[in-house]
């Protein structure tokens, strides 16, 4: 297993262009997450999936912003028009959920997204 | 979710032992404490994670009090690859919430030679 992995690891882009990026979970992994980390903070959740199922997408940022995965396995974050405030560290985490108890997350080395 | 409190910045020296304390006055019954490391341009790495007393593993350990609103990594003997952003966080909720994790700005720990 090869972890967490995600692509691009960098992208430069013009304002007002739409960018796509992808996570590649764990394979194992039923949950994933994307978070967005802007310089000196830490990760902000931004929203899950449990298998195909986004549970939870009220916390990002604008309707410019939406997430996919559409078997289960892979998932892409999309940002339309994007704006210079959207730089910043975009990351991607698994983890296998069954039943109670704790879990951790596996982060990936994220995507750096400058918006110039 | 419960609000932590760490320090900002902690400097050390290679072989001493670090201890990093984290306040979480407003912790609920089911929340577990947890701590991650991040390094420059990574994603964050999970440390250790406890309910409650003291948990060990191969890098880490962690302290946790009777009352449950603070709690302690402890890193033994660090070296300079340690030089990192640890954070704490609580209120992973369990059981078909959604899990998500709250990080606050952490503390950035340096390791000097």
């Known amino acids: 297993d090869t972890g967490v992995s995600q692509d691009p690891r960098h992208k430069i882009t013009k304002r007002g262009q739409n960018v796509t990026f992808r996570c590649d979970p764990i394979s194992e992994h039923n949950r994933l997450y994307w978070y967005r980390q802007t310089l000196g903070q830490g990760p902000e959740f931004l929203t899950y999936?449990?298998?195909?199922?986004?549970?939870?997408k009220s916390r990002l940022l604008s309707d410019r912003f939406s997430a996919e995965r559409p078997k289960g396995s892979f998932s892409t974050l999309e940002i339309q028009r994007t704006e210079q405030g959207d730089s910043a560290m975009y990351l991607c985490?698994?983890?296998?959920?069954?039943?109670?108890?704790?879990?951790?997350?596996?982060f990936g080395p994220g995507t750096r997204l400058t918006v110039t | 979710l419960a609000k932590t409190t760490q320090p900002i910045s902690m400097d050390s020296y290679e072989g001493q032992e670090v201890n990093i304390t984290c306040s979480h006055n407003?912790?609920?019954?089911?929340?577990?404490i947890t701590w991650y490391q991040q390094f420059p341009s990574q994603g964050p790495r999970f440390i250790i994670q406890g309910y409650k007393t003291k948990v060990t593993n191969e890098v880490a350990s962690l302290f946790i009090p009777a009352d449950r609103k603070s709690s302690t990594l402890s890193l033994p003997r660090v070296s300079l690859s340690d030089t990192a952003v640890y954070y704490c966080?609580?209120?992973?909720?369990?059981?078909?919430?959604?899990?998500?994790?709250?990080f606050g700005k952490g503390t950035k720990l340096s390791v000097k030679p």
């Open positions: 966080l609580v209120g992973l909720n369990y059981g078909g919430s959604q899990g998500n994790l709250i």
């Open positions: 999936f449990q298998n195909e199922a986004q549970l939870e």
């Open positions: 985490a698994s983890s296998q959920v069954a039943g109670g108890g704790p879990y951790e997350q596996y």
């Open positions: 407003n912790i609920a019954t089911n929340d577990y």
